[in-house]
């Protein structure tokens, strides 16, 4: 199953895909972190949430590059080093785009919510599928027993139902962030064109991740059905 033509194509095709994107996601973020502007991350972030009616969300600095994220469990944004600290495009948009997940959080938009409450059922099943499924193969091809099989492509739908319920989730935050910057005028209209692109960038990683675990569920699933001759 480790050399499967079909299979080897979609991990391929998969990590080509997420490593150009990678590239041109660093390309851009470098490219406008040398275009200045008036505040730092950290100061756009804890602007839009107060402009928000936001008042309960902490804004904090973390170590890592590209690792920002907002925390549901604790009303976070946390910011890395370079985006907390810099005053340039791409430090707005990713301080923006992540108070437009707190945003989400405040107003229960239903995307984020959802995508919330499988948090802790996926926390239990991510690092067990793959070894499911490879054991669900081996025991099909030994026995025809489908069972194992069964339960590993059923953890894999739950993963991919997770990615995909991420696309909304992302996009809107950069909706929410890029409407703000524009109505508040923290960057011009050639600085919101790069913040748009540099946006645009970070959701097509969620993207291909989510294509990639697409394709890996249905090739498992034809398997399952009897679809494939392993």
Known sequence: MMFDPVYMA?????????????????????????????????????????????????????????????????????????????????????????????????????FL??????????????NMTSWVLMGGVILMGASGNKTVLLVGVLMLALSTLFSLITLPVEFDASKRALAWLNNSNVVG????????????????????AALASLATLLYYAMMLLGRRDD
């Not at 907002?70 to 944004?77: A, G, I, L, R």
């Not at 959802?114 to 802790?120: E, L, T």
Request: charged share 15%; net charge positive.
């Open 189 to 208: 209209p050639q600085q919101h064109d790069k913040a748009t692109n540099a946006l645009w960038w970070a959701a097509m990683t969620y993207v291909v």
């Open 10 to 110: 979609i991990f391929v095709a998969g990590m080509l895909a997420s490593q150009l994107v990678s590239m041109m996601l660093k390309k851009r973020f470098a490219q406008y972190s040398a275009m200045p502007i008036g505040l730092s991350g950290k100061e756009i972030a804890e602007k839009m949430l107060r402009e928000n009616g936001i008042n309960d969300v902490q804004v904090v600095s973390v170590g890592g590059m590209l690792t920002d994220h907002y925390n549901p469990q604790n009303k976070t944004v946390n910011l890395s080093e370079v985006v907390y600290n810099e005053r340039n495009v791409a430090a707005a948009a990713v301080a923006a785009h992540e108070c437009g997940h707190a945003v989400q959080h405040a107003r229960a938009y239903s």
């Open 113 to 126: 919510s959802f995508r919330s409450a499988m948090v802790p059922v996926l926390t239990i099943t991510s």
